[in-house]
């Protein structure tokens, strides 16, 4: 008898527990992804999927950016090898190690003749973790070293449309007492899109996903790989370690003239002797 009881009570609990699972089932909701043991290792896959196609979205637009532009000039690459800066008298080149990037922004870098708008030599000084971006007028005085107007006195702007970007390297260089390391010439657009890159902190994914539009206004002696390399000295130094150097140039006849000893001074390539 108590065992049959007991039998009963077991059969009971047991229709009572099928009962409540055949209810659950009703209640289920089909719309509701349910859970497993492989959910996660899905949800992992998913991500990697995502990354990977990123990554290839971001690569493609890299090399978009280098076939429409004219990265890798050789006609600036030989202008900055031969280059040559004395340090006027009185000082002496810092011993810090440098990178020193002209830049020229114009209305046109696809124009035969360009118009030179501004003159800028962005100085990093890697070993003291500062730099400087320096202004010169674009009609500063400087001695042509090459092509047609060699060994001729002309402001910068008359130069470039006569003899082209390359011309004005060397005699930049040589007025300013900087080193020159990498050239740019770039539009006054893309100049101003490149720079505020910088003053808001962009990482360089953020320039990676705009170097396509930026990469066509601009001709350099780097490479898309050394442009990204000095995008990140620029990041390394901080916007915060980086002035503003401006030269107004002295009245002549026919431009403006430099004082190569306060330039080199103020950006920080030259030190007083002694």
């Known amino acids: 008898m108590g065992h049959h009881g007991r ?69 600036l690459s030989n202008s900055l090898e031969a280059t040559t800066t004395t340090a006027p008298v009185g000082t002496t080149a810092s011993t810090d190690s440098f990178t020193n990037v002209l830049v020229l922004t114009v209305d046109d870098v696809s124009a035969s003749s360009p118009t030179l708008e501004a003159v800028h030599i962005l100085v990093l000084d890697t070993t003291a973790e500062k730099g400087c971006l320096a202004t010169l007028p674009a009609s500063t005085l400087v001695t042509a070293t090459q092509g047609s107007s060699a060994g001729d006195v002309m402001p910068l702007d008359r130069l470039l449309s006569q003899d082209g970007y390359a011309a004005c390297v060397g005699p930049v260089s040589t007025v300013s007492a900087v080193p020159l390391s990498h050239a740019v010439v770039i539009d006054s657009s893309s100049w101003e899109e490149l720079w505020s890159l910088v003053e808001q ?14 990469f066509s206004g601009m001709r350099s002696d780097m490479s898309a790989t050394d442009f990204v390399d000095l995008f990140k000295q620029v990041q390394s130094v901080g916007r915060a370690n980086l002035t503003t150097y401006e030269d107004q140039g002295t009245e002549a006849d026919g431009g403006l003239t430099v004082d190569t000893q306060a330039f080199g001074l103020g950006v920080g390539t030259l030190v007083t002797e002694g």
């Open 7 to 75: 039998n009963s009570g077991e059969q009971g609990t047991g229709r009572r527990a099928e009962y409540v699972r055949e209810a659950d089932k009703r209640f289920e909701r089909t719309d509701v992804p349910r859970g497993g043991r492989h959910a996660n290792v899905i949800a992992i896959v998913v991500l990697l999927v995502v990354a990977a196609l990123i990554g290839c979205l971001i690569w493609f637009l890299w090399q978009r950016a280098q076939s429409d532009s004219s990265l890798g000039d050789v006609s």
């Open 201 to 214: 902190g962009s990482s360089t994914s953020t320039l990676i996903s705009k170097a396509s539009g930026l």
